[in-house]
């Protein structure tokens, strides 16, 4: 099984900085044929269900603000939030679908300083 | 519009079965896999189980394999969680999700609201 590891467990940045947060697999998810990274990246608000926000580690989902960006390949990605908003405060995700099972990480909890 | 919604959870005792049922709409349910994941109190996401647009192919977590079974109704734009021999730790909220595409490996793109299963005596 891939195992997803994140770092850090939780954040709290100030309104308007940046964060950062950090997906490793313990296998490469890049399907080498299509030259895609299997990875994607969630949002979960307290009390709803979670939300698409990145695909194939870097690709946005429509609807997504720009802020929010993802980068990385093979095992190490990352999930960049540019300006922290107050509605950005919820816990994050990242999933790979490479390979089943299909593996989603412990979740990162991005507060308000 | 997409939709999903979630049905069937509720309190049941160790060793007891419930069936999840997901019913759609907004989309060609046939043209696109689909998902349960489940997240316990407090915790966060589990896969458990997928199902292909064709319904042909299904995989699930070792913690459900034997015990867990996913199925698609085509006819009723409806998909299930049988679950079999319940343990406490199923308690969780189940989530349906969709996959962006008809095969297995694809990423989600649509989630439900969710049903609640508590497993407990």
């Known amino acids: 099984d891939i195992v997803m590891t994140q770092s850090p467990d939780s954040l709290a940045v100030s309104l308007g900085e940046r964060a950062t947060i950090i997906c490793k697999s313990s296998q490469s998810v890049l399907h080498t044929s299509g030259n895609k990274n299997y990875l994607a990246w969630f949002q979960q608000k307290p009390g709803q269900p979670p939300k698409l926000l990145i695909y194939w580690a870097s690709t946005r989902e429509s609807g997504v603000p720009d802020r929010f960006s993802g980068s990385g390949s093979g095992t190490d990605f990352t999930l960049t939030i540019s300006s922290l908003q107050a509605e950005d405060v919820a816990a994050y995700y990242c999933q790979q679908y490479y390979n089943s099972p299909f593996t989603f990480g412990p979740g990162t909890k991005v507060d308000i300083k | 519009e997409v939709r999903l919604l979630e049905s069937g959870g509720g309190l049941v005792q160790p060793g007891g079965s419930l069936r999840l049922s997901c019913a759609v709409s907004g989309f060609t349910f046939s043209s696109d896999a689909m998902t349960w994941v489940r997240q316990a109190p407090g915790e966060g996401l589990e896969w458990v189980s997928v199902?292909?647009?064709?319904?042909?192919?299904?995989y699930y977590a070792d913690s459900v394999k034997g015990r867990f079974t996913i199925s698609r109704d085509t006819s009723k734009n409806t998909l299930y969680l049988q679950m079999n021999n319940l343990r406490a730790e199923d308690t969780a909220v189940y989530y349906c999700?969709?996959?962006?595409?008809?095969?297995?490996?694809?990423?989600?793109?649509?989630w439900g609201q969710g049903t609640l299963v508590t497993v407990s005596s």
């Open positions: 999700a969709k996959n962006k595409e008809s095969d297995v490996w694809s990423y989600i793109d649509c």
């Open positions: 199902i292909s647009g064709s319904g042909t192919s299904t």
